[in-house]
């Protein structure tokens, strides 16, 4: 069965501090890995889109690195902002198939 | 860039009755979109796929009398909730593929 673990459920940290978000996945055939922004009452955005080949892909202040090997990702989130609170969902395609996390609700604290 | 238009951003109605949300793409023509339904502090969970001039493929355990869907053009599908009840109650999200999955922005549904 796919599926996509993310940690942490959610994380509190102050502004201008930097995190670390994880996706691990049981994901086949894997075809690529998306993070995604959630703010409240919106739709998803996208943040980052990586293929097998690739295990690295930056957007700004957003990091995102992926392992094929041991099928994990991290996003990483450089110098926080109190905007950059929201869900942050990581997104799993086997073809046209996609599986989500269950996300991780960042808060950033003044 | 790919853009998804979802309306109404929010609806408020009477149980029993029907509400419909669309979804269209600005700026491409999507043959496919797909539905979500998001509940609080949960992650999406696909409910139907969309396809133009074709019926729609549901996800078990997802009425497709209560949720209809049509997709009659390249540029918009919608959804409609039938005899809506307050368990219905939910944010819905549409998305289409166009070098990757663009998410509208969301109805939340709220069922009285």
């Known amino acids: 069965k796919n599926q996509v673990e993310q940690s942490p459920q959610s994380l509190i940290i102050l502004e201008g501090k930097n995190c670390t978000l994880q996706?691990?996945?049981?994901?086949?055939?894997?075809?690529?890995l998306r993070w995604y922004k959630q703010d409240t009452g919106r739709g998803p955005v996208s943040l980052t889109i990586?293929?097998?080949?690739?295990n690295t892909k930056s957007n700004g202040r957003y990091t995102a690195t992926l392992d094929a090997d041991t099928k994990q990702s991290s996003l990483h989130i450089t110098a926080s902002q109190l905007s950059d609170s929201a869900s942050y969902i990581c997104v799993v395609s086997a073809g046209n198939m996609l599986t989500f996390g269950g996300g991780t609700r960042l808060m950033v604290k003044p | 860039g790919a853009v998804v238009s979802q309306h109404p951003s929010w609806v408020i109605c009477k149980s029993g009755t029907s509400v419909k949300i669309e979804c269209r793409s600005l700026d491409f023509q999507a043959t496919t979109m797909f539905w979500y339904r998001q509940f609080p502090k949960q992650s999406l969970m696909l409910m139907a796929t969309s396809n133009e001039g074709s019926k729609a493929t549901y996800e078990q355990g997802v009425e497709k009398d209560k949720f209809l869907i049509n997709h009659a053009s390249l540029t918009l599908s919608t959804l409609t909730v039938t005899s809506a009840h307050p368990e219905d109650s939910s944010f819905y999200i549409c998305?289409?593929?166009?070098?990757?999955?663009?998410f509208g922005s969301g109805t939340r549904l709220t069922v009285v």
């Open positions: 996706c691990n996945y049981t994901v086949s055939p894997f075809s690529n």
């Open positions: 998305s289409a593929k166009y070098y990757g999955y663009t």
């Open positions: 990586m293929t097998f080949s690739e």
